[in-house]
């Protein structure tokens, strides 16, 4: 009997045009006795539109994991409940690579996301996704005092993000995933959605053996390896396949939560 259904947002809930298709809506919507929660590399500010979306917005006692497990919030209010940062020391090595690097980097905070080096191609990526602020200087001392929770590098070329990974040999001193074919991201040491779903399962007395996730990308490896249900979307890459107990028919583009709703929750009664 499962409990809980958790889902990436970006290639796996929502569409190309960055929505939730009207048919996952009503899947979602119909929901009785199985939570229903996301999970993110976002931050949980730029996922308020979907949350209005699916029904969860400003809505008590249902929560969202986000920035890849680095924060889980109640929705109510944005209640920060759990928060992994980075010490700065940390962040400001990882900042000062990018840098040397000349590439595209995002700095998130809880509440803000910053950008240094921004292209056209990357601005014109994250419009309706993420709103970035762009810093006037290759310096992120002015956050020294804030949580810096996740930085990433950007690049399309997925073969350089996977070399680079492995000559930085960072693996020791971040949590380090892809997202989007697009993104090498670094968090705290143990940040993962996976472990996100562990700590959201302990919050609500849920068993992890209850719960579903759904994703598409590197960043969605741990929470499948861990829930209950692990499923992919039909778009999902080739790297998360083996982790996945299932393969849906559906892409992002053809209302994957119905199907997931349909052929693991209605079979079960849950309504």
């Not at 601005?123 to 990433?152: A, C, H, Q, W």
Request: aromatic residues 8%.
């Amino acid at each position: 009997m499962y409990k809980m259904i958790v889902t990436d947002l970006d290639e796996t809930l929502l569409n190309d045009e960055k929505h939730v298709s009207e048919k996952d809506k009503e899947a979602i919507d119909s929901l009785k006795n199985v939570r229903f929660a996301v999970a993110s590399g976002r931050g949980f500010v730029s996922i308020q539109e979907v949350l209005k979306e699916i029904g969860l917005y400003d809505k008590e006692n249902t929560y969202s994991i986000s920035l890849n497990g680095a924060i889980i919030t109640e929705n109510k209010n944005n209640r920060i409940i759990h928060c992994d940062y980075m010490p700065y020391e940390k962040a400001e090595k990882i900042f000062r690579i990018g840098v040397g690097l000349d590439t595209c980097i995002h700095v998130y905070t809880p509440y803000m996301t910053y950008v240094w080096n921004l292209t056209e191609e990357e601005r014109i990526y994250v419009n309706g996704r993420i709103e970035l602020t762009p810093m006037e200087s290759d310096d992120i001392s002015f956050l020294k005092n804030d949580r810096i929770m996740k930085i990433l590098f950007v690049n399309t070329d997925m073969d350089y993000l996977h070399r680079l990974r492995k000559e930085l040999d960072l693996e020791d001193e971040y949590a380090i995933t892809f997202s989007a074919n697009r993104y090498l991201e670094f968090n705290n040491p143990g940040v993962n959605k996976g472990d996100g779903l562990h700590k959201l399962c302990e919050i609500l007395d849920i068993d992890i053996s209850q719960s579903i996730a759904a994703g598409d990308s590197l960043n969605d490896r741990e929470i499948l390896k861990e829930a209950g249900l692990s499923i992919g979307v039909a778009n999902a890459v080739a790297q998360i396949r083996d982790v996945c107990d299932v393969i849906l028919e559906s892409d992002n583009n053809h209302s994957p939560m119905s199907e997931i709703i349909d052929r693991f929750i209605r079979k079960e009664d849950h309504y």
